[in-house]
């Protein structure tokens, strides 16, 4: 295989900001909810890789042959991974994938086809007529706003009849990018903030900015969870009623030293099973870990606000952040509305 630049190449990152950067010579884009992902082709040859290096070309082998029916056969994208379910971007779904058998892998890219959302065109061949630029090159040196033309008219000549191979919406104009950040929470994680004059600065984070939007909601602590090998508070086990059932839903663990001991000894005293009464921690789910039953029910009392980023199959996809304790508030308020209606139909912006 003679990729124009050969794998792995470590992605260009991203760092997080709390707002959206203004100013000249930047470049806004919806982040998409998905996994990262560079694609080579040199012909018959595709190699997907995922943003830590691996090979991802088994787990999507529908991607792969949507590749190969594209015309141009040499050339490197980089760009998200994702799945859409009745019109939403399922995170689920993709998770599914990463399955070891290759049979459950083709069965489900059968039933959830996979697209491909490209936000960048890393290398090309040129037609011999584009003197002095014909042939196979590389464009990681190129600036942004010259390789974001290009990619757009590499997606006119191929994606014409690819409904798998998909490019993302680009803009510079501040308005647009707010629009897109206040959709974020289902298919959109919120914006990317890009430098346009600077070129791909593989594996550094210096020339493109995340910025999240982080809700807040109000949840019960059912349970707790000590730290590995200790007899002090590691994690705070969070529910959310819905049809009176109190549904484990995440943790949050970001606890200072003097504030585990203190958190300890007050949810030791409130140990009562059975805690959760619907959904519980150690019940069948893709991110059960081999502690996942290890937990202790507690007496479903304590009301805190946490805040996160994303909430989807049921629960907060990462670790929550708390705001403050709500001695105010009845457990029973705490409810599934509160996440409900976070899955947004953005797949129009495509």
């Avoid at 010259?146 to 690819?162: G, Y």
Wanted: net charge positive; aromatic share 10%; with cysteine.
């Amino acid at each position: 295989m003679a990729f124009i630049i050969k794998p792995p190449l470590p992605p260009m990152e991203t760092r997080s900001a709390e707002e959206i950067p203004v100013g000249d010579n930047w470049q806004y884009e919806p982040k998409w909810d998905g996994f990262r992902c560079i694609a080579f082709r040199d012909r018959e040859d595709v190699y997907l890789q995922s943003k830590s290096g691996q090979p991802l070309a088994r787990y999507f082998p529908d991607i792969v042959e949507a590749l190969k029916k594209l015309p141009a056969k040499n050339f490197v994208i980089d760009g998200e991974l994702a799945i859409p379910v009745n019109g939403v971007l399922s995170f689920d779904e993709l998770q599914l994938r990463l399955h070891p058998a290759a049979s459950r892998v083709a069965k489900l890219a059968k039933a959830h086809p996979a697209i491909f959302i490209l936000f960048d065109l890393l290398g090309e061949d040129r037609p011999a007529s584009a003197k002095p630029t014909a042939g196979r090159q590389s464009l990681l040196q190129r600036p942004l706003q010259e390789r974001r033309k290009l990619l757009e008219k590499f997606a006119k000549q191929n994606f014409k009849s690819s409904t798998a191979i998909r490019i993302s919406p680009a803009t510079t104009d501040l308005k647009q990018a707010k629009k897109w950040f206040e959709k974020a929470g289902g298919d959109l994680d919120g914006v990317i903030a890009k430098r346009s004059e600077m070129p791909y600065r593989s594996g550094e984070r210096d020339a493109a900015f995340k910025i999240k939007q982080i809700r807040s909601a109000d949840c019960v602590v059912g349970g707790f969870r000590y730290a590995s090998g200790s007899k002090t508070l590691g994690s705070l086990l969070l529910g959310l009623y819905e049809d009176g059932l109190l549904h484990h839903v995440g943790f949050t663990s970001a606890f200072k030293t003097e504030e585990r001991r203190a958190l300890t000894k007050k949810f030791e005293a409130l140990r009562k099973p059975p805690g959760f009464t619907g959904n519980a921690p150690g019940g069948p789910s893709r991110w059960s870990t081999e502690r996942s039953g290890e937990w202790e029910p507690v007496d479903p009392k304590a009301v805190v606000e946490v805040a996160y980023d994303h909430f989807t199959g049921g629960r907060f996809r990462h670790g929550t952040k708390i705001l403050r304790w709500r001695n105010d508030k009845s457990p029973k308020q705490c409810t599934m509305d509160q996440v409900s209606g976070r899955e947004g139909k953005s797949l129009a912006l495509l």
